[in-house]
């Protein structure tokens, strides 16, 4: 990861190098994450925009140590629609509570019934798990929800939303693991031919 | 069971990557990962394979989107530098600023001096035309003096004209010139009218014939339209006009009579 090493110091030294890389090897997979998070496409546009500028600022505070850098930027690009998300739905909340004084109105229901209209189906090993553990890992990741509202979407005690993420986890680290042997062993072999 | 077994297996890990823990519990997660590296392997193992499910699910962003996002940080980094920008400006246009008025000037110089030596040349040209104008207005007053005083001598009941004429006898039998003759006040005033050119080298004398003898009356010129003043001979009984060579002559060619006229 000699090239990753590189776009570090690039970030921390305010390179502008750093942004076209960024831009080229994670953007699918950040606005892959938003679409899911905000369903809308104009939005999870405006906080990519977003994200990039704090990646761009924030650049010279990432630490290798804690964790990957795109470990760095997805929490970045996460928190980043989770707070706009915030905003919105107390926005909503506002609006909806001066017009016709509906107390009952969370980020949960609006979620729901946005995630309810446009769905985008996830892809790749994920989409292999059983159901039960792929849904817990796409409310979670993908839809922004959180504990207690996993627990109610999905009417499960937190202990099993735990268990299962954490198996939902095991396995797609095993699938990952196969995956990744399996590319090794197609190149082993055709090394071999 | 250890600790960090413990944690291993609640599922905990797996939260705190998937960003589902509150602050407070996600900073209690970051202390067991400072404690134990192989809770540490862990989630870095969990983030592993997040970020591989992250990067299968990716949508391409639409083309116009990356062109927003690097300009937008390329105005940030502009914005950062307009204030250090703009005293650079300031500096250069301070440094602009002698060079411009010193250009001012020297143009100014330029100009000033221009116009100098237009004055000179025009009030130059007014002193050469006011000079002009004098020496002609005295010229005119000269004139008009002699015109009048011509006019006056002409009006004089005692001024004869005298008509002296070519005939077959002369070299040109067409020449006419009348000279206005007063023997009181002793002048005389000629007025060609008409006689041939001469050529370069010869020149009209007037004479006077006493008892035979021609005097001279002087040499005057044969193409003036002007009365000219010749001498005043007395006891003339005829005058005489020649062409001799320039100059006059002491004693008339005869040969080259032109006209003459009694008296």
């Given amino acids: 990861m000699a090239e990753q090493k590189e776009v570090i110091r690039w970030l921390q030294q305010k390179d502008k190098r750093a942004i076209p890389y960024l831009y080229d090897h994670y953007s699918a997979a950040l606005y892959g994450m938003l679409v899911r998070l905000l369903q809308d496409e104009a939005l999870a546009q405006d906080v990519l925009q977003e994200a990039f500028i704090k990646f761009w600022k924030n650049g010279h505070r990432y630490d290798s140590k804690k964790g990957t850098l795109f470990t760095w930027l997805s929490s970045i690009t996460r928190n980043t629609a989770l707070n706009t998300l915030q905003s919105k739905a107390h926005r909503n909340t506002q609006k909806n509570q001066s017009m016709e004084t509906l107390v009952h109105h969370s980020r949960n229901s609006t979620l729901i019934q946005q995630t309810n209209v446009n769905k985008i189906g996830l892809k790749g090993l994920v989409s292999t798990l059983e159901e039960k553990y792929r849904i817990i890992i796409d409310l979670a990741y993908f839809q922004g929800y959180t504990q207690k509202e996993i627990e109610e979407h999905l009417n499960i005690p937190l202990g099993t939303v735990k268990s299962r993420l954490r198996i939902a986890l095991r396995e797609l680290r095993t699938l990952f693991d196969y995956e990744r042997n399996a590319v090794g062993i197609i190149f082993l072999l055709l090394s071999c031919m | 069971m250890k600790e960090q077994e413990k944690i291993l297996n609640s599922g905990v890990l797996e939260q705190y990557v998937l960003g ?20 540490k392997t862990h989630v870095e193992q969990v983030q592993e394979v997040m970020e591989k499910v992250l990067l299968q699910n990716g949508i391409e962003p639409p083309p116009h989107v990356k062109e927003q996002i690097l300009s937008s940080i390329d105005e940030l980094g502009q914005k950062k530098r307009t204030a250090p920008k703009t005293t650079k400006t300031q500096k250069r246009r301070f440094r602009l600023m002698p060079i411009l008025s010193a250009m001012a000037v020297v143009a100014l110089v330029l100009v000033s001096f221009s116009f100098l030596q237009k004055y000179y040349a025009t009030s130059n040209a007014y002193r050469q035309l006011e000079e002009k104008y004098e020496v002609l207005e005295k010229s005119c007053e000269i004139n008009q003096a002699i015109v009048a005083a011509e006019r006056e001598f002409l009006m004089k009941a005692n001024t004869l004209p005298i008509a002296l004429r070519g005939s077959e006898n002369t070299k040109a039998p067409d020449a006419h010139v009348i000279v206005h003759f007063n023997k009181e006040e002793q002048a ?50 005829s005058l005489n006009i020649t062409l001799e060579p320039f100059g006059g002559s002491e004693e008339a060619t005869v040969e080259q009579l032109q006209a003459s006229g009694k008296v």
């Fill in chain 2, 20 to 39: 589902l823990l509150e602050r407070e519990e996600a900073a209690k997660v970051e202390d067991y990962l400072e404690k134990y590296p192989e809770l």
């Fill in chain 2, 188 to 237: 005389a005033l000629l007025n060609v009218i008409n006689l041939p050119e001469p050529p370069s080298n010869k020149q009209y004398q007037l004479w006077a014939n006493v008892e035979d003898e021609m005097i001279s009356m002087g040499v005057f010129d044969g193409t003036s339209l002007d009365l000219q003043t010749v001498d005043f001979v007395e006891n003339a009984t």
